[in-house]
């Protein structure tokens, strides 16, 4: 089961840290969707932290990151902007940019950054 939390409302050029702990060592990624969009893909880690993807929008800005003994992974999102507004979402069970490869789901996390 997976549980994100982290979220809340921040001004542009801030920063906020998400958090989400899942069960067992596995890759894990975060997607994020806004209202009227469909979800996408923001960034994805491997099992042991070795390889990292990021979508282009967050690139140089977010960094995902893991604690394995803690079974948590982190995505550190600077220099905030209003269109990074969305629900956050984790995921677990894969590896990639894409919603099918991943298995389990965790609930929202509302990130909204005001101008």
């Known amino acids: 089961q997976l549980q994100a939390s982290g979220g809340g409302l921040v001004q542009a050029g801030g920063s906020l840290r998400l958090s989400c702990a899942a069960s067992?060592?596995?890759?894990m990624g975060w997607f994020r969707q806004a209202p009227g969009k469909e979800r996408e893909f923001v960034a994805a880690?491997?099992?042991?932290?070795?390889?990292?993807i990021y979508a282009d929008s967050v690139k140089g800005r977010f960094t995902i990151s893991r604690d394995n003994a803690k079974n948590t992974v982190y995505l550190q999102m600077n220099s905030l902007k209003p269109e990074d507004t969305a629900v956050y979402y984790c995921?677990?069970?894969?590896?990639?940019?894409?919603?099918?490869?991943?298995?389990?789901w965790g609930q929202g996390t509302q990130v909204t950054v005001s101008s």
């Open positions: 880690i491997s099992w042991d932290g070795g390889y990292t």
């Open positions: 995921a677990a069970g894969g590896f990639g940019a894409t919603m099918k490869a991943y298995d389990y």
């Open positions: 067992g060592r596995t890759g």
